[in-house]
């Protein structure tokens, strides 16, 4: 027997599942980030930590990470957040929505797809073919951040995508 349509989502139903998908995807970054934190730290990677901010263009976050006063504040947190927004956001969000307009309730796409996604976005963002290599170096601690950003995302609101 054929299952019937789906009926159209209601202004309602629609802003509900906007939030979710956002509260998800915000729940999906820290995880993210938490992933990402754990694996710098139990790899020795904080003495890179200066270089690595600096190859990625981030040179007043560098400075701050050196103990050097930054003469502009401002210019440190556009950097912050900018690096904050493309590298943990960004592929979260670019999955998600592709999850959502396409329907898709499986685990693997999310997990393999954000895995994908965490693991191509840097070298996207960055024009430093230095960055790149170094990032080559880091790509599988950023397909388990990938993995577990997935996940997370899945677990929250992946589940219930409707197209």
Known sequence: MNAPPPRP????????RLVLVAFAAVLAAIAALVV???GLANHGFGQEL???AELLGLKALATVIEGTPVEDIGAMIRQ????????WLAPIALVAVIGETMGKT?????AIGMALAFAVAPMVMSLNILAIV??????????AIGIVA??????????SAAG
């Not at 989502?9 to 509900?16: N, Q, Y």
């Not at 912050?80 to 590298?87: C, E, G, N």
């Not at 499986?106 to 999310?110: A, D, N, P």
């Not at 997935?150 to 589940?159: E, P, Q």
């Open 134 to 143: 170094l990032l080559y170096r880091a790509l599988l601690g950023l397909l």
């Open 80 to 87: 912050a957040a900018t690096a904050a927004l493309a590298i």
């Open 36 to 38: 990402g934190v754990m």
């Open 106 to 110: 499986s685990w693997m796409f999310y």
């Open 9 to 16: 989502r209601s202004v309602i139903g629609f802003l509900d």
């Open 150 to 159: 997935g996940t997370v995302y899945w677990l929250v609101a992946g589940r």
């Open 50 to 52: 200066t270089g690595t």
